[in-house]
């Protein structure tokens, strides 16, 4: 027996999956469903997704541009802790989850929903990142994960019941790989990447030309830093929005931030990861950089023992638990004197500190 649902929120994005969710929402629980979309720099098509989404049934949509929010509030205090997970991933998706979640859950309060629901597959870890920022922050709130409840089982299947319901999607050939994208980094996964022998092909990179295309003169640039977080770059203060942005046109232009590897996901499978990160590559080298000249040794020492345990929250989906909390100001005390500039040196997918 299903739980009696009265007014859902979606995580939206008007995609195949989550179009077809609406619909089955609907369908299986009879209940409202409020469609919400996150902007976090996905550079997906966001007009006509609120005419689409209430087309498909929604009786209410949230469009939400969280892009400074998301940059200032979960990727700089990232970059201050120095993340990085299994020695190569910059957590771009994983950092990205709670905030969306959290979204969720402030929406559901608003409009008296007593579920939330996200698009996430039965096997990765977004749906644990999910879930247990929605218990978190509501230990109460009623949870539907489709994946794990419908009889779709191919992307073929989920096509059909578009159609069959007349729900406005574009069917797009599909790719022979998964991706995620933000303003920190796009991810792919999956499909023809499984294989962990085959080298991706240089068209499936969307963020950075490849090192060998890079421009055959070295990129400078000066990034300015207070209490460790970056606020100018080339001595021009910026929104972190913008900061970021700009750091990505520079990163990606020289090759900068590129990651291949097998990593180690919580539900206990091992899966093949392919990485763009350039801004968040430069930032991390630099971060770095400013600590080595304004860090106390031992407390150096201490900190970089934690890094490991910090990103395995993250990547986990703890970013909202009490350890975390104890984590974060921990950290916030070890960056009060990491201020200053650093100058590095951008060149065929290098990025060097020289300065």
Request: proline share 4%; hydrophobic share 35%; glycine share 8%.
């Amino acid at each position: 027996m299903k739980s009696k649902i009265n007014k859902v929120v979606l995580a939206y994005s008007g995609g195949l999956d989550t179009s077809v969710i609406l619909k089955w929402l609907i369908e299986t629980y009879g209940c409202d469903v409020v469609a919400y979309t996150a902007n976090l720099g996905q550079a997906e098509e966001l007009e006509n997704l609120e005419e689409k989404a209430i087309k498909t049934g929604a009786c209410k949509v949230y469009i939400e541009d969280l892009q400074e929010e998301f940059v200032s509030d979960y990727i700089f205090p990232m970059v201050k802790a120095n993340a990085v997970y299994e020695g190569g991933y910059l957590l771009g998706t994983s950092i990205a989850r709670p905030l969306i979640a959290k979204k969720q859950i402030e929406i559901a309060k608003k409009e008296g929903a007593d579920a939330v629901c996200h698009g996430a597959t039965g096997k990765g870890n977004d749906q644990v990142r999910f879930e247990l920022t929605y218990l978190s922050l509501d230990p109460h709130i009623k949870i539907v994960a489709p994946w794990r409840e419908w009889e779709f089982d191919s992307r073929k299947s989920l096509i059909e019941y578009a159609k069959k319901h007349e729900i406005p999607v574009t069917i797009t050939e599909e790719k022979p790989y998964s991706s995620d994208r933000n303003l920190f980094h796009i991810s792919f996964e999956g499909g023809i990447l499984e294989d962990p022998w085959i080298e991706p092909s240089e068209d499936m990179y969307i963020l950075s030309v490849s090192p060998e295309d890079a421009p055959d003169k070295a990129a400078y640039l000066e990034i300015e830093f207070k209490a460790g977080i970056p606020t100018a770059v080339d001595g021009e203060k910026e929104s972190p929005a913008n900061l970021l942005k700009h750091l990505n046109n520079l990163g990606g232009r020289n090759g900068i931030g590129r990651v291949d590897m097998v990593e180690n996901r919580y539900v206990g499978m091992k899966s093949r990861g392919v990485y763009e990160t350039p801004g968040g590559t430069i930032l991390h080298t630099a971060h770095r950089a400013m600590e080595s000249i304004t860090m106390d040794r031992e407390v150096m020492h201490l900190r970089d023992s934690l890094i490991p345990k910090y990103s395995e929250l993250i990547y986990n989906g703890y970013w909202f638990s009490p350890e975390m909390d104890i984590l974060r100001k921990t950290i916030d005390e070890t960056q009060k004197d990491v201020c200053g500039t650093v100058r590095l040196k951008l060149y065929k997918g290098n990025c060097l500190v020289v300065g």
